[in-house]
């Protein structure tokens, strides 16, 4: 914390609420604000399971709209929906224990491999997707599985939700797309209630295990839905690609950063 004058000035809050408005304008239109709070939450000098947990319950408020959003498509594969809620309570719920029974020490030297996989994975989403709109022009789409494989795959997936998330609601874009759904709108419906689901039970793991810093959450939270909000004049002046490029550089930039500190 800087002094000027015999005053001390929070820059690190200065910095978390400049991230997390960022963040909320970046989940709203690309994807990828954990990239940039998470690491301002580990900035203000929070240990590093608290930082991951003040950032999953700082960004699940924002995640409720969405359930209101793809209601209509959700009716669509009623018979799937409850399950894919069951699989994100369980994955969530597992992965949330696991956080929390992690040593600090532990955590922070898997952060950055965890940033560079959610980066990887955030990249490869454009592409893949691009091949399986291409696979389904050129082949017979396969049959839907059982909802028992879908209902297992998503567990684990839904575990790294609950342990750290980033990337994972392309996981199950690709893994419904894989097995044959071929609508975005229900199959985003089905991520959105997986993923909610997980990252609605480590919220409540998270605060009840007292893991959660509120006086910076609440700041996140606010800056967040503000940017939100603000996130649709960005997404009519500023093309996709740019913004996924950004968020593709940042999350890469914050691997290496990390990389490099826990050398």
């Known amino acids: 914390m800087l002094v000027l004058a015999g005053t001390s000035f929070p820059w690190q809050s200065v910095w978390l609420v400049i991230a997390a408005f960022l963040a909320g304008v970046l989940n709203a239109v690309a994807g990828g604000g954990s990239f940039l709070l998470f690491?301002?939450?580990?900035?203000?000098?929070?240990?590093?399971?608290?930082?991951?947990?003040?950032?999953?319950?700082?960004?699940?408020p924002g995640q409720l709209t969405s359930v209101y959003a793809y209601r209509r498509d959700m009716r669509k594969n009623s018979r799937l929906v409850l399950p894919?809620?069951?699989?994100?309570?369980?994955?969530?719920?597992?992965?949330?224990?696991?956080?929390?029974?992690?040593?600090?020490?532990?955590?922070?030297?898997?952060?950055?491999?965890?940033?560079?996989?959610a980066a990887t994975l955030f990249a490869l989403s454009r592409p893949v997707l691009r091949w399986i709109e291409h696979r389904k022009l050129t082949h017979k789409p396969p049959q839907a599985p059982r909802r028992s494989l879908i209902f297992l795959l998503t567990v684990f997936i839904?575990?790294?939700?609950?342990y750290f998330g980033a990337g994972a609601g392309f996981l199950i874009i690709t893994l419904l797309s894989l097995f044959g759904f071929e609508d975005l709108n229900e199959i985003n419906a089905?991520?959105?209630?997986?993923?909610?689901?997980?990252?609605?039970?480590?919220?409540?793991?998270?605060?009840?295990?007292?893991?959660?810093?509120?006086?910076?959450?609440?700041?996140?939270?606010?800056?967040?839905?503000?940017?939100?909000?603000?996130?649709?004049?960005?997404?009519?002046?500023?093309?996709?690609?740019?913004?996924?490029?950004?968020?593709?550089?940042?999350?890469?930039?914050?691997?290496?950063?990390?990389?490099?500190?826990?050398?």
């Open 84 to 117: 894919m809620c069951i699989a994100g309570l369980l994955g969530g719920t597992a992965g949330a224990v696991v956080l929390l029974h992690t040593p600090q020490s532990t955590f922070l030297h898997l952060v950055p491999w965890l940033l560079l996989l």
């Open 39 to 60: 690491p301002a939450l580990l900035g203000t000098g929070m240990l590093p399971v608290q930082a991951n947990a003040t950032n999953t319950v700082a960004l699940w």
């Open 190 to 263: 089905l991520k959105v209630a997986a993923t909610t689901m997980a990252n609605g039970i480590a919220f409540l793991i998270f605060v009840v295990g007292g893991e959660v810093e509120w006086r910076y959450c609440l700041l996140a939270m606010v800056a967040c839905a503000i940017g939100g909000y603000a996130s649709a004049r960005l997404a009519r002046n500023v093309p996709q690609p740019v913004l996924r490029g950004i968020v593709i550089a940042i999350g890469f930039g914050m691997a290496a950063w990390f990389f490099w500190k826990t050398r």
């Open 158 to 162: 839904c575990f790294y939700i609950g």
